[in-house]
């Protein structure tokens, strides 16, 4: 829908997680924070109608299925924190919200590595059902030790091999939502008392290395029939997955360059499978604290920065080590070194940094590129230099309290970036979760997607080619 | 809350599924009837209000996870029905009806057979988290050999065998829901910034049979913890399991003296588990017809009937052989043998009635001692026969119109049975599902019921006996 002349909107999103801490840990306790109500619905449906009425596209709800057990050797820390547990089921708020809302859209997590394909077909569909549309589903493989204790394992599949199992599992939900049902198949012919026209319904007779399934799916066509597919990854596994699958990445970088590249690296696994580069739209997470004055708003930033749990990030990040039990004027290899373990998730912590400045960090929060502090002037610039300089195509808005992040952000943000004509303005018509990110009349996948292959019942029996890996 | 005095109270339950065409089938054609609804959030969010202003106690959902591919060996009959298929996850509506109502039960089944019990342990106290403890589980083992065939497996395990698999599942759930966390665990000291106490809440380490979850739980106490457990059986394996497990029991009986005894076999089995005989609940299914008159009671009977799909009946029954392909006057048994299939399910036709009288009898529908058609006055009769001469606790009614079926009994039977004293009243504070049906204050399991062993981490290692078999 855009023009050349228009100027890029930004799709905005809330990151969430129903939960009392998700990512700003040691901030649930500050006043007016409704963080502990992650648990009454009406901290959903209240949530839902400030993000609807605010003018966000989207909530964003992300998840784990097990408990940070791994800092100081068990889950006490998280527990203690509140962090990521307990934590209530996604997909089971999603229909509270939906049915206070128009045009809200939905995502959340799911892990393809432990839950039977079918069942979560049936549920997306589902959701997507009763949100007229409106869903979108983070595929993830899981990460947490405990998860996988969880479900009967001893510890987590390897890496990559969790990717290649997404793939097959990836492949029996395509089958199930695009193949399955034909689009004609639902006739609701109350003359002649037929409901759906068999001929055009099939099973899908999925038999493969992990999963065998037969179908045929047990939901009729949702009008996304595949929901939009998020995905955050940074591998070469994951990248070469995000290739074939993904239609939002969630993405970072600390610099412009770094974005870029991470982008442009994305773009060409996309490319290697027929795919065009603007199939793949880039969303950041982003820190704004917004005031009617720069003090306000950097009091308020202040006031996050001082309550921020060290202990609360340590834990989250699940460092095998406990960093607050060294010297801090020691490398960080050095006390991993001293502990006698083997440091392994380098992406969190550069190894040659001392301990003080490792928890310096963590304490201060990630400023990276995608951080501002300011007035709604400050912010919309920040957020026009994201779109336009960077080539950001949304914002997943961290919540340092709720519902005060995104209350600000409505009220003072929201009509800055709507004077400058950066958001998306609403129809009469509710769109579709796809039609918002890719425009109006595209709520399905386009036709050069992989999962495109089973339409019509075509290809149900093909062997699937491997994961082009873009190196 | 009843005094001797006091007449017998009627739990009222709606019978719902999320799909066309539940049990009366060949109905959802008629005028004015929601049911092709069904995949809209609107048509719950409606239907839950109109249970909620018109005096329900509840609104239970049934499930299928796969076709009704059995008869005429396909599941054309079933998709052109809409019998059963699309069929939305149920326990994603809950939350939808659930932001719309204060009172209001709900219940939904769940297969024990294919899923991992962690991933249903989490969603069922999110359930009941957000429903505010209002929240039943109908347990079932599953018995659709195409829903086996959705889940990896070649067909359905042995019946005998799958209620073996689910106590060990059921035991799984019960040391996630009563013994993972104590009551005290979350303590939301904002002061401290200690959301959770972490010696109160432990690793469950189950390794049994088929499962291996280690835990801890990933939700906090639920205001049941273990939502109020339905099931609905008649087998010896399946009445072992009701003894030690169930709260409500679905039975029936086409005579006072059927049901009675299929009652006191329940509470023998409660018994043989330590249990009291009030224990258990029993609900009917019933269908009840109302009208202004006698006459136009009569005549929306006559049209239902008049509609019935017998069809729809025989796909739902998955019956092996096409009894409409074989002449009127021969025997079930004989038809059968003509076709050289072995019957399995002689539980829903006699083999000495003739192919005739069956299809009569498919096509009336089954009217035993739980169906009424008649004036308000009439139906409210019947139903204090059932509640003092039976001995039933609550009924299941069967829908033959939605919303019509609701409507009419909430506009006509409901002042009438509460002009009797036979409706729970309710009161400023919205009671728990468990207090609906054993009394204010008890939200809980009782101690006697065997999920209490494991109370407070205790027993977690322990053995668990077999189940005692009543016979």
């Given at each position: 829908?855009?023009?050349?002349?228009?100027?890029?909107?930004?799709?905005?999103?809330l990151f969430e997680m129903a939960c009392v801490s998700h990512i700003t840990h040691g901030l649930w306790p500050l006043p007016g924070n409704n963080r502990h109500r992650f648990d009454e619905i009406e901290y959903w449906?209240?949530l839902?109608?400030?993000?609807?009425?605010?003018?966000?596209?989207?909530?964003?709800l992300a998840d784990v299925i097990g408990a940070y057990d791994v800092f100081r050797g068990g889950p006490e820390t998280a527990l203690r924190e509140g962090l990521q547990s307990p934590n209530l089921d996604p997909?089971l708020v999603?229909?509270?919200?939906?049915?206070?809302?128009?045009?809200?859209?939905?995502?959340?997590t799911?892990?393809?590595?432990?839950?039977?394909?079918?069942?979560?077909?049936?549920?997306?569909?589902?959701?997507?059902?009763?949100?007229?549309?409106?869903?979108?589903?983070?595929?993830?493989?899981?990460?947490l030790?405990n998860a996988?204790?969880n479900?009967?394992?001893?510890?987590?599949?390897?890496?990559?091999?969790?990717?290649?199992?997404?793939?097959?599992?990836?492949?029996?939900?395509?089958?199930?939502?695009?193949?399955?049902?034909?689009?004609?198949?639902?006739?609701?012919?109350?003359?002649?008392?037929?409901?759906?026209?068999?001929?055009?319904?099939?099973?899908?007779?999925?038999?493969?290395?992990?999963?065998?399934?037969?179908?045929?799916?047990?939901?009729?066509?949702?009008?996304?029939?595949?929901?939009?597919?998020?995905?955050?990854?940074?591998?070469?596994?994951?990248?070469?997955?995000?290739?074939?699958?993904?239609?939002?990445?969630?993405?970072?970088?600390?610099?412009?360059?770094?974005?870029?590249?991470?982008?442009?690296?994305?773009?060409?696994?996309?490319?290697?499978?027929?795919?065009?580069?603007?199939?793949?739209?880039?969303?950041?997470?982003?820190?704004?604290?917004?005031?009617?004055?720069?003090?306000?708003?950097?009091?308020?930033?202040?006031l996050y920065q001082q309550n921020a749990s060290v202990d609360g990030a340590l834990a989250h990040m699940s460092l095998?080590?406990?960093?607050t039990?060294?010297?801090?004027?020691?490398?960080?290899?050095?006390?991993?070194?001293?502990?006698?373990?083997?440091?392994?998730?380098?992406?969190?912590?550069?190894?040659?940094?001392?301990?003080?400045?490792?928890?310096?960090?963590v304490h201060?929060g990630?400023?990276?590129?995608?951080?501002?502090?300011?007035?709604?002037?400050?912010?919309?610039?920040?957020?026009?230099?994201?779109?336009?300089?960077?080539?950001?195509?949304?914002?997943?808005?961290r919540q340092y309290h709720s519902f005060g992040t995104a209350?600000?952000?409505?009220?003072?943000?929201?009509?800055?970036?709507?004077?400058?004509?950066?958001?998306?303005?609403?129809?009469?018509?509710?769109?579709?979760?796809?039609?918002?990110?890719?425009?109006?009349?595209?709520?399905?996948?386009?036709?050069?997607?992989?999962?495109?292959?089973?339409?019509?019942?075509?290809?149900?029996?093909?062997?699937?080619?491997?994961?082009?890996?873009?190196?």
């Amino acid at each position: 829908m855009t023009t050349p002349h228009e100027p890029k909107k930004l799709f905005l999103n809330l990151f969430e997680m129903a939960c009392v801490s998700h990512i700003t840990h040691g901030l649930w306790p500050l006043p007016g924070n409704n963080r502990h109500r992650f648990d009454e619905i009406e901290y959903w449906t209240e949530l839902a109608e400030i993000l609807e009425d605010g003018g966000f596209d989207g909530v964003f709800l992300a998840d784990v299925i097990g408990a940070y057990d791994v800092f100081r050797g068990g889950p006490e820390t998280a527990l203690r924190e509140g962090l990521q547990s307990p934590n209530l089921d996604p997909l089971l708020v999603i229909p509270a919200m939906a049915a206070v809302t128009k045009h809200l859209g939905f995502g959340a997590t799911f892990s393809t590595t432990y839950e039977p394909p079918f069942a979560f077909a049936r549920r997306a569909s589902t959701l997507d059902h009763l949100t007229k549309g409106r869903f979108g589903w983070n595929i993830v493989t899981s990460y947490l030790p405990n998860a996988a204790r969880n479900f009967g394992l001893d510890g987590e599949i390897p890496h990559d091999r969790r990717y290649e199992l997404a793939d097959e599992y990836l492949d029996v939900l395509y089958k199930l939502w695009e193949g399955s049902w034909d689009d004609d198949a639902v006739i609701n012919d109350r003359e002649r008392k037929v409901f759906t026209d068999p001929s055009r319904v099939r099973y899908i007779d999925h038999v493969g290395e992990q999963h065998r399934v037969v179908g045929p799916h047990i939901v009729h066509p949702s009008p996304q029939r595949t929901p939009v597919l998020f995905q955050a990854t940074g591998s070469p596994a994951g990248t070469a997955f995000a290739g074939r699958h993904a239609e939002v990445v969630f993405t970072g970088g600390r610099t412009v360059d770094e974005f870029q590249k991470n982008a442009a690296t994305m773009r060409a696994a996309a490319a290697a499978n027929g795919r065009q580069p603007d199939d793949i739209k880039f969303i950041v997470m982003a820190g704004v604290i917004v005031g009617r004055t720069q003090e306000e708003a950097e009091d308020k930033w202040r006031l996050y920065q001082q309550n921020a749990s060290v202990d609360g990030a340590l834990a989250h990040m699940s460092l095998p080590i406990d960093l607050t039990a060294f010297p801090p004027e020691i490398t960080v290899s050095e006390a991993f070194a001293r502990a006698g373990v083997v440091q392994e998730r380098t992406s969190f912590l550069p190894p040659s940094i001392t301990v003080g400045q490792a928890l310096d960090f963590v304490h201060n929060g990630r400023e990276g590129r995608f951080h501002v502090v300011g007035t709604p002037k400050v912010v919309a610039d920040a957020i026009e230099r994201w779109l336009d300089e960077d080539g950001i195509d949304g914002i997943n808005l961290r919540q340092y309290h709720s519902f005060g992040t995104a209350q600000d952000f409505a009220e003072l943000v929201v009509p800055e970036l709507r004077r400058r004509g950066r958001l998306f303005e609403r129809g009469d018509r509710p769109l579709a979760l796809r039609e918002r990110l890719f425009g109006e009349g595209n709520a399905r996948l386009p036709d050069r997607h992989f999962a495109a292959r089973y339409r019509g019942g075509a290809n149900l029996d093909a062997p699937r080619e491997s994961l082009a890996v873009v190196s």
